[in-house]
């Protein structure tokens, strides 16, 4: 087996495994399964599922992290982050639409749909997945496509890691000559910036996904501040300039456009303490069918309200919305906005009486929603699972998993079994 060690978190003791090989992986979940301990699955390692303090048996998966290219077919290691495939496809005018961070997991991101930069040009990372090879519950390691075993792959888009270990991800890749990519501080009104985007976004090129972010100054993810950002799928600055115009003409806005490299747009973020819980974060995310004028005067408010919080938006349709709702296991293909908003609970900043209005502000934003994101909902919390997907999904999802997982091994996860 790979190299094993041992990791304590709190008063409980993990062994880790560092998977050299795929043999190595089908072992690790065949001595789990046996000896019915919890088992989490380390792709990336970049977000909270990859703390030690809940014993059991950690497998890390970071040396299995080849990227091969075949043309435009790219065969990645499960262990492998979208800043390493970035820069390999990079040599070969290709990219991948990923997430926005470098340092993140493509296992995790891919199984849990994969909202990016490039989400409107070419749908979630999941929707560019053409084959898998994954390890499952048994030790079984299986092949899988849209022709073999074809509903274990309808599962692994969307329907996160609760069906084995991808070992090897197949991607189609797609030609990118070059971006554009634009950066803009907002100085004044918010909500006329967001109706101003939204407006704009209704009819736009398929070419331009934007976000948006207002954080407080101790987010170390971002300047603080409000800020628009946006993405042109080619190297064509005059033409994002242009699209943008409606927004960047607005008295409060300052804009400035650049061509970067795609793979210099992701953000570099420091890996989390596999020790320690996160600060608190009371709040959530949702894909909405719209941004209206009630929605964007929420967020206002509630980021306006709360010193502590964060606002988040991104924009979707386009590519996203070209995959029919049942091809996938990822919800609300009609959805137009992923939405996160929420504030952070860390003692001695806020009082209870903030926490309180923050968990029922964001549930006034929440009931809008068409679903929830599971990538960015950081928490286990089973009651929420119904959420993450649409209600068909969820009976097909649930189906597949006591198929290929009746014991409940890949439990640690948004779990969808009992």
């Given at each position: 087996?790979g ?13 880790v495994?560092?998977?050299?090989t795929?043999q ?5 979940v065949v ?5 019915a ?9 970049h977000?909270v599922?990859?703390r ?9 998966l ?6 091969q290219?075949?043309?435009?077919i ?14 390999e496809?990079?040599d070969?005018g ?13 296992g ?7 909202i990016g930069?490039m989400?409107?040009?070419w749908g979630l990372?999941a929707?560019q997945?053409i ?10 390691v299986?092949e ?8 274990l792959?309808w599962?692994?888009r ?21 971006i554009?990519?634009?950066e ?9 910036v967001?109706?101003a985007?939204?407006?704009?976004m209704e ?9 948006y972010?207002?954080?407080p100054?101790?987010?170390?993810s971002a300047p603080a ?5 946006a ?5 064509e600055?005059?033409?994002?300039r242009a ?7 607005l008295s409060?806005?300052?804009v400035?456009?650049?061509t970067?490299?795609?793979r ?14 996160p600060?608190?974060?009371i709040?959530?995310?949702?894909l909405?069918r ?28 386009g590519?996203?919305?070209d ?12 959805a137009?906005?992923?939405v996160l908003?929420g ?16 968990a ?6 929440a ?7 599971a990538?960015?909902a ?9 959420t993450?997907?649409?209600?068909a999904?969820?009976t ?8 290929w997982d009746?014991?409940?091994v890949?439990r ?7």
């Amino acid at each position: 087996m790979g190299e094993s060690t041992q990791a304590t978190g709190g008063n409980r003791t993990t062994e880790v495994i560092r998977a050299a090989t795929v043999q190595d992986v089908t072992e690790a979940v065949v001595q789990a399964a046996a000896e019915a301990v919890p088992l989490v699955v380390v792709g990336g390692g970049h977000s909270v599922w990859a703390r030690t303090d809940v014993g059991g048996l950690r497998l890390e998966l970071a040396d299995l992290a080849d990227v091969q290219v075949d043309g435009t077919i790219v065969r990645v290691g499960g262990g492998a982050t979208w800043g390493q495939v970035a820069a390999e496809l990079a040599d070969h005018g290709l990219a991948i639409s990923s997430g926005d961070t470098s340092t993140v997991g493509v296992g995790g991101l891919t199984t849990g749909g994969g909202i990016g930069w490039m989400v409107r040009m070419w749908g979630l990372a999941a929707d560019q997945l053409i084959g898998a090879q994954v390890v499952t519950a048994t030790g079984e390691v299986i092949e899988t496509s849209a022709l073999h075993e074809p509903e274990l792959f309808w599962a692994l888009r969307g329907g996160g890691g609760n069906f084995g270990v991808v070992t090897r991800f197949d991607f189609q890749a797609h030609p990118l000559p070059g971006i554009a990519f634009a950066e803009g501080v907002i100085d004044g009104d918010a909500a006329e910036v967001l109706r101003a985007t939204r407006d704009l976004m209704e009819g736009a090129p398929r070419q331009l996904t934007v976000t948006y972010m207002d954080v407080p100054p101790m987010d170390p993810s971002a300047p603080a501040g409000a800020r628009l950002s946006a993405v042109w799928a080619g190297p064509e600055p005059e033409r994002l300039r242009a699209v943008l115009a409606p927004v960047a003409e607005l008295s409060d806005v300052t804009v400035e456009i650049t061509t970067p490299a795609y793979r210099d747009i992701l953000m570099e973020m420091p890996a989390p303490d596999a020790e320690s819980a996160p600060p608190g974060f009371i709040g959530g995310n949702g894909l909405f069918r719209e941004l209206d004028d009630a929605l964007i005067d929420q967020l206002v408010a509630f980021r306006q309200a709360h010193p502590a919080s964060v606002v988040f938006l991104r924009s979707l349709g386009g590519a996203f919305a070209d995959v029919a709702q049942d091809d996938s296991a990822f919800p609300a293909r009609d959805a137009t906005w992923f939405v996160l908003a929420g504030g952070f609970d860390i003692p001695g900043l806020i009082d209870d009486a903030e926490r309180t209005a923050l968990a029922r502000e964001w549930a006034a934003i929440a009931a809008g929603r068409r679903a929830q994101y599971a990538n960015f909902a950081d928490q286990e919390r089973h009651e929420d699972v119904p959420t993450l997907f649409d209600g068909a999904a969820l009976t097909r999802l649930r189906a597949l998993k006591r198929t290929w997982d009746p014991t409940n091994v890949f439990r640690r996860n948004h779990n969808i079994g009992a």
